[in-house]
């Protein structure tokens, strides 16, 4: 059966399924989201009135057999927080069950007319409406609980926290995990405001007697997976007791810390006393010593990598999952706060909120740079979490992200660009990933652009990839690459092995080319990667955005970044060449 | 008689006595160089991965670049294990010493380990 859209109308409450257009048909994941939107939504509306859409995709391998780590879901839509276009990706249950129901894309438009609050059960049969008041003001850990006792089949949930319902710009979308715990987010952007200005507060999606993903050719996609599973498994970073299983994403915070571009006390330094109490490193010593929670954890069910970890309390019972590395840092050495299990707690109450860690950690950092809290307080920074739970205006305030907060407190380092705030890689410090936060279409975004491997982005020998000359085509390069695996539904990570196992690379775009049929090879990747950028980059244009979007913040040029002491030195020009084919 | 203080990260923290993180302080002749520490606290060189002198990252996994820099009185050591990631996307335009630098000019600076 050939995959459909499912468009559901929340101003009459009523579904049907699309045959996906010609135009559409080759996109899945990101590249599916960015079109619609790109095409749907007028890039001048607000982002929560009527005009705005939320469009969530899986990727095109999502729900395959056995495609390895393969369970990334796609939101999309006009970001309340950078006000451009918006994908955020999350793991977590959702992407291969919307796939098994032959779905390629659900948009989700328009606003209940009666103000009422809904909660859409997506099965084989189609979308039933079902009055959400009973949930409305709860967590997202209570939310998950109440609808798997209602609903058969350990469902995906897909879901927002208070913060959603009040339509706050910091607002993630949250999905369950396989032991359905909410810590999965599409986080970024603020589309959890987007989901609650349709009246959604959350979808569950059962796909019982789904029709399944159709496969083109099964004998490519068999090779295509076994050749990326096999780079997976033999790679240092990804394989079973690898770096990325044995210490999650955390395991960057000592290195990142010990090269000096450790976001620490709200982008003033680059090295933080604590980090190591605070690292990957420091996770798997507590687990190990309090005798519960766990490393290796699985976002999804098919995940070979396992980056994500369960934190426990002091009694070693589960606190909460995951702890990653940019959660720790912004909740952590950017408060100036050396404590995991603080770390851990506020990260709880973001998952249950509905918070972005990565903005709701750096306005915290913000809030403590205006004088108001002294860095490194971890009870108050603790507490303001009530305030965002009460709605207070100052929990109100908080809820809308670092931009918002440091304009109401006067502060002037503000750590954004378009609008969102950086994550844990200082750009003073490691300069590429600034060419990337500056001038990739969604705001300040680590992972917007992965390496790949030269021979394959074809840069190999153009660039000197250690000099400040090649980081404009570097740069795009990266986020090309990155934009095509957000689209396949793998895992960022695979990124890793395959930039070191050529069979790697050729295996993934063997996959997808197995199950879409189309003829994509290693050597397709980047020209439909830079599709996917073009048409995000025209709505960004047509929103209003101009190169002076492409900036690094102000401070970042003057006040120099100990320990290196040094500040942001990539010219003007060179930010404007990343993207300057697009208009030319 | 210099003094290098020195922290191993991750398994390899078993050198310095610890688990996941060890910190040590260690006294080393005058003519004290990178290969001097190692042997001194017995870290085989396959089982090193990215080592950092005071911020400044001079091997990285696979590659014995670092061997003869030398070392004097204060400086930290940050060594991590060879599966310890650091993507290049998040390392590009982080400081280099000289030979790490000339090394991966030769052996291509975007890979993420050199073992073979
Ligand atoms: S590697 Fe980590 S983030 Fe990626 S799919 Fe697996 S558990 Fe999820």
Redesign the pocket.
Known sequence: MARKILRIKMDDLSYKYEEVPSKWAKWGGRGLTSNIVAEEVDPTCHPLGPNNKLVIAPGWVSGTPAAP????TSFGGKSPLTGGIKESNS??TSSQKIAKLGLAAIILEGMPKDSKWYVLVITKDGVKFEEANDLLGKGMYEVDEILWKKYPNKPAIIGIGMVGEKKLSNAGISVNDPENKPG?YAGRGGLGAVMGARGVKAIVVDDTGGPGVEIANMDLFKTGRKKLTDAITSHDL?KPGGG?NSY??NVLMNIINEAGGLPTRNFSAGYFEGASKISGEMIAETVEKRGGGMTG????TG??????NIYPDEDGNDLVS?VEYETAMSLGSNCGIDDLDYIAKMTYQCDDLGLDTIEAGNTIAVYMDSGALEFGDKEGALSLFDEIRQMTPLGRILGQGVKATAEAFGVFRVPTIKGQSMPAYEPRAIKGIGVTYATTPMGADHTAGYTIAPEIAGVGGKVDPLSDEGKSELSLTFQAATAFIDSTGY????AFPILDIPEGWAGMAESVAGVTGQSITGDDVISIGKEILKVERDFNTRAGFTAADDRPPEFMRYEKLPPHNEVWTVSDKALDEVFAWVNS | MPTINVTLYGDIAQYGSGKQLATLDLDLPQDANIGLLLERIRLPSEERGYLFVNSVLHDVPGLNASHNDPLKDGDHVGIFSISHMWPYQYRQGIHLSDTLKAALEEKGVMKNTYRE
């Open positions: 780590s393969s369970g990334r793991g977590g999965r990804t990325l999650g994403t954890h699985g976002c999804h995940c070979i990598i396992k980056c994500s995951p895992c960022l990570f695979i």
